[in-house]
């Protein structure tokens, strides 16, 4: 969990998606999130988390549905939501925090 660590101290803003490869709805979110990442550019990161491949890291931050989203900065979780969510909410809700 160091790696995580690293990744979320950080003042740039950070969208993390917790996701499953098997799931629809995640497979719905992965343009969304190319799009919002494009529009961020250097802004924030956007970084996605397989929960199969990184299941202690999601049992320590309780992400039960999925997708699950979050943002971090500073080490600190601003932001959380499971579900579904449109680019344009995304990076609204980034820019809050850039």
């Known amino acids: 969990m160091s790696k995580f660590g690293e990744l979320i101290e950080t003042r740039t ?7 499953a ?7 719905g ?4 999130l190319r799009e919002v990442a494009a529009s961020l550019g250097d ?13 202690e890291l999601a ?4 992400v039960k549905d999925l997708p699950t989203l979050m943002i971090y900065k500073d080490g600190e979780m601003k932001w959380r939501q499971s ?6 909410t995304l990076v609204g809700l980034v820019k809050e925090y850039v």
């Open 13 to 19: 803003p950070v969208l993390l998606d917790f996701y």
């Open 21 to 27: 490869e098997w799931d629809e709805a995640c497979k």
């Open 29 to 32: 979110m992965h343009l969304v």
């Open 43 to 55: 802004e924030a990161r956007v970084i996605k988390i397989d929960v199969d491949k990184n299941k």
């Open 59 to 62: 049992e320590a931050l309780r």
């Open 83 to 88: 579900g579904e969510q449109d680019a344009d």
